[in-house]
C-alpha cells in the first residue's frame, strides 16, 4: 500500500495517461491507416518532441504531430487532400474522454492536500476541455504546465 503522508505534489502526463488516444486510431483507420499506427505515430512524435526539447529547441506537439502523420499518409499511399485528412484525424482530439480512474484519483490527491500539475504536450485548450469535462472542482487546484515551459494556474489555461 502506498503512503501519501509524505507526498506534497505530483505532475501527471496527460496524452494516453489522463485520456486515450483511441478517437484518433479510429480515425485513422477510417481513413485507410492500420490499428497500430496509432502507437507508431504517437511514439514518433514523442520521440521527436523529447528530441526537440532535449536540444533545447521548441517544436508545438501539434506540429511534429501533423508531420508524421503526412509521413504515414504518404508511406501508406492514402489518396486525397493529406491536409484534410490530417485535420480529419487530429479532431479525435475533440471526442476524447478521461480515463475513469482520473476523476477518483484527483479527488483523492486534493483531499490529501497534495498539489497535482499536469504536463500538457498538445495544445492547452484542448487538454483544458478534457480535464475540465474531467471534474469542475478538481481542475481549479491542478496547475498546468505546457511543453513551451510557460506554467498558468485556474480553470483555463
Given at each position: ?58 517544436a508545438p506537439f501539434k ?60 495544445d492547452a485548450p484542448v ?29 483555463v489555461c
Open positions: 500500500m502506498t503512503s501519501w503522508s509524505n507526498v506534497k505534489g505530483i505532475v501527471c502526463d496527460v496524452n494516453g495517461t489522463m485520456f486515450s488516444l483511441q478517437p484518433l486510431g479510429e480515425r485513422m483507420q477510417k481513413v485507410g491507416l492500420q490499428e497500430s499506427d496509432l502507437q507508431l505515430w504517437f511514439t514518433s512524435v514523442l520521440r521527436d518532441g523529447l528530441a526537440t526539447g532535449a536540444s533545447g529547441s521548441f506540429d511534429i504531430g501533423v508531420y508524421h502523420l503526412h509521413q504515414m499518409l504518404r508511406k501508406a499511399s492514402i489518396s486525397g487532400d493529406h491536409n484534410q485528412v490530417v485535420q480529419t484525424i487530429l479532431s479525435g482530439f475533440d471526442d476524447a474522454t478521461c480515463m475513469a480512474d482520473v476523476a477518483p484519483a484527483f479527488k483523492k490527491m486534493h483531499a490529501k492536500g497534495i498539489k497535482i500539475l499536469d504536463h500538457q504536450p498538445i487538454t483544458s476541455a478534457l480535464l475540465l469535462d474531467l471534474h469542475h472542482d478538481q481542475w481549479k487546484h491542478i496547475h498546468h504546465k505546457r511543453s513551451s515551459g510557460k506554467s498558468t494556474s485556474g480553470a
